[in-house]
C-alpha cells in the first residue's frame, strides 16, 4: 500500500507562481514512480508530469513544458509539481499517483494504482 498526500494548492493570481507537494509514505518511495495530474470541471483527468519508476526519466505534457516542473526528495519521500506563469485556465484539482510500470512512464490514470485525495488550485484573472 502507498499513502500520497498533496498540499500546496490555493487561491493565487494570473502569473504567480506555486509549488504543489506530494508526500508518500507506505512502499519504499523508490518502488515506485509518481505522477501529476489534473481534472479541470468537466474535463477528464490528464497527466502533467510524471516520473518513471526509477526516478531517472521525467515525461511533460507538450502544453506545460517549460513552465511546470516536477522534482523529488527521496531523502523525503516526497515529489514537487513547480507551476510558473499560471493561467486561468490551470484552475482545476491536482492529483498525485504512483505507478508500478518498468518500462515506460504511463499517461493514462488507468495505470495508476494509487491516488491522493487532490488539492485544489484556483487561477484568477
Known amino acids: 500500500q502507498v499513502q500520497l498526500v498533496e498540499s500546496g494548492g490555493g487561491l493565487v493570481q494570473a502569473g504567480e507562481s506555486l509549488r504543489l507537494s506530494c508526500a508518500a509514505s507506505?512502499?519504499?518511495?523508490?518502488?515506485?514512480?509518481i505522477g501529476w495530474f489534473r481534472q479541470a470541471p468537466g474535463k477528464e483527468r490528464e497527466c502533467i508530469a510524471a516520473?518513471?519508476?526509477?526516478?531517472?526519466?521525467?515525461y511533460y505534457t507538450d502544453s506545460e513544458k517549460g513552465r511546470f516542473t516536477i522534482s523529488r526528495d527521496n531523502s523525503k519521500n516526497t515529489v514537487f509539481l513547480q507551476m510558473n506563469s499560471l493561467k486561468p485556465e490551470d484552475t482545476a484539482v491536482y492529483y498525485c499517483a504512483a505507478h508500478s510500470r518498468t518500462l515506460v512512464i504511463p499517461k493514462d490514470a488507468s495505470a495508476y494504482d494509487y491516488w491522493g485525495q487532490g488539492t485544489q488550485l484556483t487561477v484568477s484573472s
Open positions: 516520473f518513471s519508476r526509477s526516478g531517472t526519466n521525467v
Open positions: 507506505g512502499r519504499t518511495f523508490s518502488s515506485f514512480g
